[in-house]
């Protein structure tokens, strides 16, 4: 049959007229991965009406596509096999077959490693092309990487532009998300002794000093943006003085972590009564001098008037907010106080619009302080996050789940207590009863409590999922009183005896390697492909991703039966083996130390991305059945992305 179709396609060749085909021209690149691998990269431009076959076509079928590379005198060695893109399989009218080809445009790659004197690598591609009624006879090319003119993948600069170009909408959701944090904890501090009772003061005064209610109302909108200008500015040099990428980084630092721990306990406790942390009193001074000047200038320096007089009630919270965002990286600092001061804003302006809602306002009174001391058990609560980060990047088990929960119940439940007047605080008023906003708060706050008590027993706890340690890091991983048979039947069914360097993920029992290449290997031995979860022990959404997202049926039976799973901890502190210890290819002359250092670079030079979680799917020769995905809460759309790279896998 072949024999048929190369006589057809010679013939329609010499006595088809005198135009001579050309539907596919071939362009050649190089990408450098390390000092000696590189990436030959072959395209083929393919004119409309055409399509060219696949490397790999059904016996009595076309000629397939085929490199051949010149290792003649062996300066170089092909590692894998030429890989190709997803191209398109359907039944070929004219071979009447279901064969794979390219349409527009292929893209080929192989994967070499080169001694050092190598300038070039010659090599050529047998090819055939078809349109929809006849075929051009094979073709051979010509074609020469030049090694000396690579794309140098692993300088800094390449790196930060990549990852730049790879982002996916996951920061930008992050982004979001430190907004409405930082909006929310705007009406908060609002609702504090030090905020509340400025509002009819301001606005009064504006009403009063303003020569008509048009310009009353311009001077309190001015006031609201000279508030918003004060609180970004102070985000924008939190971000230039440590800069956007090091903030991110420090997320994973341990002693960035119990420092913030500390300084969160210290903010807490100032809430809570104990003591009052002020800015110098010369500073309000100046600050109130400045404010009696007319115009742009004076408003300006009432509005920082009001930031350093209500320091004591918004600097714990401003600074919460800030060592929050400062882990996320990147503008959240900037965005966080532009949330914050957003809240602080409108009702000066808005109550300056409309002075007679002024009266609906409640009176300030021993509420406030509630407020305050609600935020301040919130605040303590928050702090143990920071040290359970540090604790899981140490991988000292001191801080396991089960402690978490007992220290969040301790402090939810003393929180309810103190809601029900059980409890009373130095600078709390004579509570003669509790009124029905308290009350009501106060029973959100104790089932809130009661909730997390089965955590101590195994339970998942979904909507905290973000904040405690993960379930395998734990006591019990598979709650208190279980009993395990052997060693995991449900994922061993599948998988025998535990295969050199694998664990069973508790407490789903998936099968799961921290090593690339032990796992790599595994997975060529069972024939499936290979899941990459880059992900870190201080990852809030890798969190999210195994509590709500794994376990889900469908998404589970996949990770136990049909992928092998390799997860790598980029915060692993744990230090490499002697004979691991090489230089970086990201910073020259520093060499990786860490385990974790080691699979933060592999993720940035291989796949262009920094950030967790991270997912890859690939075959055993390292190629990626499709494209990674990073957090993807949508379990449907999880699960869809996985079926599909499974689904190329077995093609």
Partial sequence: MKRVILFLALISFLFGGAQVLEPVKWETSVEKISDTEYQLISKATIDDGWHLYSQVVPQDGPIPTTFTYDDSEGQFKIIG????????TIDDPVFQ??????????????????????????????FMVCDDSRCLPPTEVDLSFKISEKTDLTTEAAIEDNAVKSADSSPKQGLWGIFFIAFLSGFAA???????????????????????????????????????????????????????????????????????????????????????????????????????????????????????????????????????????????????????????????????????????????????????VVLGFLELALAFKFLSQADLVMQAHLLEREVFIAIWIAIFGTLALYLFGKIQLPHDSPLPHISVGRLSLGLVVLT??????????????????????????????????YTRLGTGASALNNHGDLPEGAHLLAPHDILAFNDYDQGLAYAKKVNKPVMIDFTGWACVNCRKMEQNVWPEPEVLNILKNDVVLISLYVDDKRPLEAGDVVDSKLKPGKKLKYIGQKWSELQTIKYKANTQPFYVLMDHNEENLLDPVSYTPDVEVYHNWLETGISKFKK
């Avoid at 050092?116 to 090599?123: F, G, H, K, M, N």
């Avoid at 500015?233 to 420090?250: C, E, K, Y």
């Avoid at 997390?452 to 904040?467: D, E, Q, R, Y």
């Fill in 97 to 126: 077959m279901e064969i794979k080809f390219f349409e527009k445009s292929a893209t080929f790659k192989q994967k070499v490693t080169v001694s050092e004197d190598v300038a070039s690598i010659d090599a050529f591609v047998e």
């Fill in 448 to 481: 809130f409590t009661i909730y997390m008590i089965p955590g101590l027993w195994g339970a998942p706890l979904n909507l905290i999922s973000a904040f405690p340690p993960p379930q395998d890091y734990s006591e019990s991983p598979y709650g208190v009183g």
């Fill in 190 to 372: 609002l609702l504090t002794p030090c905020v509340f009772p400025m509002i009819p003061m301001t606005v009064s005064f504006f009403t009063k000093q303003s020569k008509n209610k048009a310009i009353g109302i311009k001077n309190a909108i001015i006031y609201g943006v000279c508030i918003i200008v004060i609180y970004v500015l102070l985000g924008t040099a939190v971000t230039g003085i440590f800069g956007a990428d090091a903030l991110n980084a420090l997320a994973t630092n341990v002693w960035f972590n119990i420092i913030f721990f500390i300084l969160l306990v210290v903010f807490a406790t100032s809430f809570l009564g104990a003591f009052e942390i002020m800015l110098p009193n010369s500073w309000a001074n100046k600050v109130d001098s400045q404010a009696n000047r007319g115009g742009l200038i004076g408003i300006f320096f009432m509005a920082l008037a009001l930031a350093i007089v209500s320091f004591s009630c918004t600097g714990p919270i401003v600074g919460t907010l800030l060592v929050e965002a400062a882990s996320k990286g990147g503008l959240a600092p900037i965005i966080g106080m532009f949330g914050f001061s957003l809240a602080i804003a409108l009702p000066f302006a808005l109550f300056a619009a409309f002075p007679g809602w002024l009266n609906s306002l409640p009176k300030s009174g021993g509420w406030l302080n509630t407020v305050k």
């Fill in 81 to 88: 096999n030429t890989s190709e893109e997803e191209g398109h």
